[in-house]
């Protein structure tokens, strides 16, 4: 249970700095945080590995790049579900869910606790 609270914790964190960087991610209060947070992270354990294994034919075929278009459209796809959490077009997406995944990566390995 820890681990799930310090991971959402992390995510909440990534998200805010993305929206901060990113122009066309925007967040709306702390709740908006919290909650984006939370959905970002059962899409990203429970339907991002549907959808990767329905499109691994185009992923091969590209060689991993269609994996970030995947990724944004589940960050454009949170957006849509969360109130107060907007992602300004596909693109804007795909920039935010790189970025996303690079903060989100930096703080795991900073603030590991292991």
Known sequence: MRGFIWRWILNAIAL??????????TLDG?????????????????IRPVVNLIA????????GLFTLVINGFLLWLVAEAVTG??????????????????????????FDEK
């Open 85 to 110: 959490f907007y992602v300004d077009g596909i693109l804007m997406g795909i920039a935010g869910a790189l970025l996303l995944s690079i903060i989100s990566s930096v703080l795991s390995a900073v």
């Open 30 to 46: 702390f709740a908006a945080v919290v909650v984006a947070a939370l959905v970002w992270g059962f899409v990203n354990s429970v």
């Open 56 to 63: 691994l034919p185009i992923t091969i075929l590209t060689v």
């Open 16 to 25: 805010y700095l993305t929206a901060q960087i990113i122009t066309g991610i």
